[in-house]
């Protein structure tokens, strides 16, 4: 008997998500980029309403389930990388009261690098492998991808990155010091292609404020997509978005040359689709 008992509550989706969308809805999820371990279902915890978020979030959050390898990672290497930071109700969510000090962190004062949706950590690891004199914060929350962020650090022996499990925008609105940043990268944000999802996307007028406030003045906020629609958008949403200007000439802003090419930028590359890099400069 392999078919899932929908009346058994350990079949059902974590409620402490929010606004997850329908299965309809996943799967006109054109790009289905989400990888198949995120799709488990988590074990079903008493209903509380106030684990809805007042705003939809940009990702659809399951278990994860984890190899066993990634669950040792997990266990042994979390410690040395993993911020843990204080929750608000839902699970990836934080606190009013958390707070996150680059330089207690670190035990230094350096150029900060955070990343939104750092995936299997490709880009961030490569970055901190290659700039041992910044810092590196990794914000993500898919449990598995932050498992082998950890392996990929552990190997590279970095001791200027560090790992969050949680919503990003409310790491870099609520944890981080204002004005503490000296780049946000977002790259390859889940596109939400569909106009009923749109709502979801990561950049957005709301995230601009957000940024806005976590850079420094003078700091870069460089985004990168393979989603010609998601990169309009991106555009349009950045050019009007208060205390930022263009940092580049012309249509697009160059390939960004701190970015490794990452497994969903290469299934975009083998797809046709056209990258594209865009980077606003903080005033
Ligand atoms: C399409 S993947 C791209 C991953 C990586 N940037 C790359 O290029 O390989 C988008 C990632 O963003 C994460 N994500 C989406 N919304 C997020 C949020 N609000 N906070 C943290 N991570 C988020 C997802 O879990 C997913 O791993």
Do not use: C
């Not at 810092?135 to 993500?140: G, N, T």
């Not at 449990?143 to 990155?161: C, S």
């Not at 978005?241 to 012309?250: C, M, S, V, Y």
């Amino acid at each position: 008997m392999t078919r899932t008992d929908r009346t058994d509550p350990s079949n059902r989706t974590d409620p402490t998500e929010p606004a997850e969308p329908s299965r309809s809805e996943q799967r006109d999820q054109q790009d289905p980029r989400d990888q198949p371990d995120q799709r488990q279902t988590l074990p079903y915890k008493s209903f509380d309403p106030r684990t809805f978020r007042d705003k939809p979030v940009s990702f659809v959050r399951r278990s994860g389930r984890m190899t066993p390898s990634q669950e040792r990672a997990w266990e042994d290497l979390g410690p040395r990388y993993l911020h843990e930071l204080p929750r608000g109700h839902a699970a990836t969510s934080v606190a009013d009261h958390a707070s996150l000090e680059p330089a207690e962190v670190f035990g230094r004062v350096a150029p900060l690098v955070v990343e939104v949706g750092s995936g299997q950590g490709h880009a961030i690891v490569h970055a901190a492998s290659e700039l041992r004199d910044w810092d590196f914060i990794a914000v993500e929350v898919f449990r598995a991808g932050l498992a082998r962020t950890m392996i990929r650090a552990e190997w590279a022996d970095l001791a200027n990155l560090r790992l969050v499990e949680a919503n990003a925008p409310e790491v870099l609105e609520r944890a981080l010091p204002e004005h503490s940043v000296d780049e946000i990268w977002v790259f390859f944000p889940d596109p939400w292609a569909k106009e009923r999802h749109k709502k979801r996307r990561l950049v957005s007028p709301d995230f601009a404020r957000i940024a806005a406030r976590a850079l420094k003045p003078g700091g870069l906020l460089r985004l990168a997509t393979d989603w010609e629609d998601y990169a309009e958008h991106m555009r349009e949403t950045m050019d009007a978005a208060p205390g930022f200007a263009r940092d580049f000439a012309g249509e697009w802003a160059p390939r960004f040359e701190g970015r490794v090419l990452t497994a969903f930028e290469q299934k975009g590359i083998d797809k046709g689709r056209v990258i594209r890099d865009l980077a606003y400069r903080s005033a």
